[in-house]
């Protein structure tokens, strides 16, 4: 009985590892996808709004492709053998990461509705958000590889710092939401700019929430 166990953790570990190692190339679309948006908004900052469309047209584009991995990860849990709660854990997990992609992708639907050119300090702020965003997503992407090979030290680590990352995207959510409610704004860009920033740091928040996953899991592998 003590080997067919040794044997059924084995196949759930390897189940495990294949799944995380799908969710580095998820991660690795969204991390395209979040850096399509950056794009989006350095060409609103500097009134192109040709490059600023082809951007948004790449984040939805790339959410796409992310949407494809999601849903081949959701068929292989499906399918697998591991036990129900952990492929409940792994499902969850999945979801989280799809809803980074999603996010990002409504900033980026939001950034094409604005049409007026906002002031410079909610520009500044705007960039701002989306450069801890690309941050963010950057250590998530070290911490699944880190987690990957084994290196538990170093994904809790990328974890933490994926947590330091979403509590300064807070502070900067309050810091452009002032800045938006103190400046006059034409009724559609006010809503469209405040949504934006709810978005943004959205985006950090599920960002923390997959992070969290892998640190628990690193932690459990100890």
Known sequence: MKEIRNILGWLGMEEERSILEDARKHVDETYKTVTYFGEAVK????????????AIE??????????????????ELSESLLMPPDRADLMHFVTTLDKIADWTNGAARLLGFIEQRL???ILKNISTATELIVASIAKLQDAIKAIIKNDLKKAIADCEEVARIEHDADDQKKTLIEAVIHTKLEPTSLLLTYQLAEYLEGVTDKIEDAADFIKIMAIKSK
């Open 119 to 121: 002031p410079d300090n």
């Open 43 to 54: 060409a609103f900052i500097a009134g192109d709004l040709n490059t600023k469309a082809k």
């Open 58 to 75: 790449n984040v939805r584009e790339s959410e796409h492709q992310a949407d494809i991995l999601r849903s081949k990860m959701v068929t």
